[in-house]
């Protein structure tokens, strides 16, 4: 080695040791974690101790019960249950559940999954998975407080499932009416204000019109015409049966006579149009004056008569009457003015029985049938008001793709007004003995519909593992914070809620790259 050579090495002698010693002292602080040795190690009088850690379930290897089932034995694997959609189903195997005693699952109990498994489609869990056979363990209960998990009781509760739409109430169009004069003429006296209550058939105004007069008239002059030519025909017939008139001359009358008549029933019908129905019969043959004072008197009620002044009198009155009971909500009539045939003088609504319509989405119509309950809030009041479903419509409005609902709601104490807005409730299913879980103790796990129940044998010794079961479920009806299960868990198991993905994301990191069908 050349002397030039030497010096160069001596010179980059230095650098090499310091990097030399850097990597060795990060060798060892990777294999020791960065912990100094004691001393009695660095002087050779430490014993070895054992590394009791399960670094793949994160807890003293020596407790892990992944690693050593025997310390907590599975119970017996019951596989799918193609009934309710989950594995290890606790309906069917009540034995499976984790509570000390074995649950009894009564027939409502199975009636009401399957009432919620056929009312509307439902998430679907995997039959090939088998994250249902994990356990997570903790290697402490303080362990269980220290990763923020919580604990909720499986309990029943009621619960509703429901399509929830904004709509509004309006009056029942079957029970509303517009009313105008069926005559131009001036309104002569008003009857009813607004607010108040008219039975059917009762006057609400009097209209001064000169075509009710002149149909009167038509009818006095039709009705002695046909008299005059009744009696002619009876006298000529009479007079040719003896055979001092001519035949003809009693046929010509007979004919003139059905002339008459027509005459008298069309001026009849004319009074019956608008509404003044009079019976021809009883008007024969009385006094002029007596005829004439009743057809003046014609549909009007006695205690009009107090209206028209004193010692006045027309025969021209015409009366606005309610064709329905119900209540006065507008009024457009006032005494003196000119008003038509196309002017609404009142509305007419009975306001005990309300329509409610709902705009309810496209995707939620197939779940709806005429019949169903609903309640409705309107905005601003803090109660609920029930009705039912009576309409559905067939047409889907172009741009909001929404399909119109309709129901009746009662109305007996005059509560809802017409044009109020508010939120509407569908109820497709109600259970007043649900089984339910806190939303956040659910969880998608990638295939399934999961919940992690607490073993049974938590708290039966100091030493007892700390052990949660994935089980699958089938979610049912979701109401405020709660959701009903329909299969999976029974009322007396204990969930993780609060802080459960913690265990989620232990199930995942623990199952990573086996997939959600492991080991099939």
């Known amino acids: 080695m050349s002397r030039v050579t030497a010096n160069r090495l001596a010179r980059h002698a230095p650098s090499v040791t310091v990097m030399a010693v850097l990597v060795g002292l990060g060798i060892y602080g990777h294999r020791s974690d960065w912990k100094l040795p004691r001393f009695s190690a660095l002087v050779g009088t430490a014993v070895a101790e054992q590394d009791d850690w399960c670094e793949a379930h994160c807890v003293p290897e020596s407790q892990c019960v992944e690693c050593h089932p025997d310390l907590l034995p599975p119970g017996k694997d019951y596989g799918w249950c193609k009934e309710h959609g989950v594995h290890a189903c606790v309906l069917c195997h009540p034995e499976a559940a984790q509570v000390k005693q074995t649950p009894v699952v009564a027939e409502a109990d199975l009636g009401r999954a399957a009432r919620g498994l056929a009312s509307v489609p439902r998430p679907e869990n995997n039959p090939a998975c088998k994250q249902y056979r994990r356990r997570i363990q903790f290697a402490s209960a303080q362990a269980v407080t220290k990763a923020g998990v919580d604990v909720a009781l499986v309990e029943r509760q009621p619960i509703g499932e429901f399509v929830v739409a904004n709509g509004q109430v309006t009056y029942d169009q079957t029970r509303f009416a517009s009313l105008a004069s069926r005559l131009p003429g001036t309104v002569r006296h008003v009857a009813k204000r607004v607010g108040e209550r008219a039975e059917s058939g009762e006057v609400l105004a009097l209209i001064d019109a000169a075509d009710v007069g002149r149909a009167k008239i038509e009818l006095i002059q039709a009705l002695a015409q046909e008299s005059l030519q009744r009696k002619t025909v009876a006298r000529l017939e009479g007079l040719a049966s003896q055979g001092i008139v001519p035949g003809r001359q009693a046929q010509t009358a007979r ?265 099939k």
Not at 282 to 298: C, I, K, S, V, Y
Not at 313 to 327: F, K, Q
Not at 475 to 482: D, I, N, S, T
Request: aromatic fraction near 4%; include cysteine; charged fraction near 25%.
């Open 255 to 519: 004919s003139e006579h059905v002339q008459a008549r027509a005459r008298l029933l069309s001026a009849q019908q004319a009074l019956a149009n608008l509404g003044l129905p009079v019976s021809v019969d009883a008007l024969r043959g009385l006094p002029d004056e007596e005829l004439a004072r009743q057809l003046r008197r014609l549909g009007l009620p006695d205690q009009s008569v107090g209206h028209l002044g004193r010692g006045e009198s027309t025969a021209n009155l015409l009366a606005v009457r309610a064709p329905l009971e119900g209540t006065v909500v507008a009024r457009h009539a006032v005494a003196g003015e000119v008003v038509d045939a196309s002017r609404v003088l009142f509305q007419l609504a009975d306001t005990r029985r309300m329509w409610l319509t709902l705009s309810v989405p496209l995707e939620e119509v197939g779940r709806l049938a005429v019949g169903q309950p609903l309640r409705f809030r309107p905005e601003g009041s803090p109660a609920e008001v029930g009705g039912k479903l009576f309409w559905i419509s067939t047409t889907v409005d172009p741009q909001t793709r929404m399909v119109l609902v309709r129901a009746e709601l009662p109305n007996p104490r005059g509560a809802l007004r017409n044009e109020t807005f508010g939120t509407g409730r569908i109820v497709l299913r109600e259970e007043q003995q649900a089984v339910v879980v806190p939303e956040e103790a659910i969880h998608w796990e990638g295939c399934c519909q999961v919940v992690f129940v607490r073993d049974k044998r938590y708290f039966d010794g100091e030493g007892s593992p700390k052990v949660f079961h994935v089980r699958t479920v089938r979610p049912g009806a979701r109401e405020g914070k709660l959701t009903e299960i329909l299969a999976g868990v029974l009322p007396g198991e204990v969930v993780a809620a609060k802080g459960s993905d913690v265990l989620r994301a232990e199930l995942l990191k623990n199952g990573l790259g086996e997939g959600c069908c492991e080991g």
